[in-house]
């Protein structure tokens, strides 16, 4: 998504990347048209609003943002869940939760150093689209259980794509192979990043799932420097060390699959 963001407009990449994840999904659409059948249709079109909405945000902050800060300000996506989760879900905060969260934030201040003449307004759009996508998280873990996996992902895809497909019409650059190309993976890791996502879902509480995307940060740490030349900076590596480690005390030991898991 950086790659194509230096040439082509961000909402032209969001209908690329939801239109190709539509097109990846249609042979298995037609193949199981009776999955397609749905009874929340309203559910499915505020999930895509919110998916819609972040990924636009999350496109803008990343043309401005290095891959290390940005996977850094993800990871503070499971500290607002908590607080969702809490209110929309009644999962329970205890007061170490709570103080482990806070501590959590102070990383992230600490990342975007807003008393520093290098401050980077790109954590705003960034931080924006972390909290929608967290809503959109709450969202599936309510309703995940009630829908069919090919509708949850086939709608999703197929309204977004739908939203962005008139202005993309007034925005659209001429496109080299090679864009194609890149188009074309970025829609079916989409499709596979939801699927994952909420096969996740169904089978744990929705606060549990933080551990297992601080593998992120070290391949953003790796493409980042490899691709593009950028390096974390120390405010950055800082918070971090105060993220990555608070996120991971609220997950320690919570991660027990449901007996559903054990029947595949």
């Not at 908590?82 to 929309?88: D, G, I, N, W």
């Not at 520093?116 to 967290?134: K, Q």
Request: glycine share 6%; proline share 5%; aromatic share 14%.
């Amino acid at each position: 998504m950086k790659f194509l963001g230096k040439q082509l407009h961000p909402i032209q990449i969001i209908f690329l990347r939801f239109f190709f994840a539509t097109i990846w999904l249609l042979p298995l659409a037609y193949k199981k048209k009776m999955e397609l059948r749905t009874s929340r249709p309203g559910v499915h079109l505020l999930r895509s609003c919110l998916l819609c909405a972040a990924m636009l945000l999350w496109c803008l902050g990343l043309q401005e943002a290095t891959l290390p800060m940005a996977s850094i300000i993800e990871f503070s996506n499971p500290l607002i869940l908590l607080f969702l989760a809490k209110f929309f879900l009644g999962e329970r905060i205890t007061r170490g939760k709570l103080l482990v969260t806070l501590i959590g934030f102070l990383g992230i201040v600490i990342v975007a150093e807003p008393t520093a003449r290098s401050f980077n307004a790109a954590i705003i759009p960034l931080f924006s689209s972390v909290l929608l996508f967290a809503s959109a998280d709450i969202v599936n873990k309510k309703f995940a259980g009630n829908e069919s996996m090919l509708a949850t992902l086939f709608y999703a895809a197929l309204e977004i794509a739908l939203f962005m497909g008139i202005p993309t019409i007034f925005l659209w650059r001429a496109m080299s192979f090679e864009l194609w190309i890149a188009a074309a993976i970025i829609g079916a890791s989409a499709n596979l990043l939801f699927f994952c996502i909420i096969r996740c879902f169904r089978l744990v509480d929705a606060s549990t799932t933080a551990p297992w995307r601080y593998f992120e940060f070290v391949l953003s740490v790796g493409s980042g420097y490899f691709f593009f030349g950028e390096k974390p900076s120390i405010s950055t590596l800082v918070g971090a060390a105060i993220i990555i480690p608070t996120t991971l005390f609220l997950t320690c030991g919570k991660f027990r699959p449901s007996k559903r898991c054990c029947h595949g």
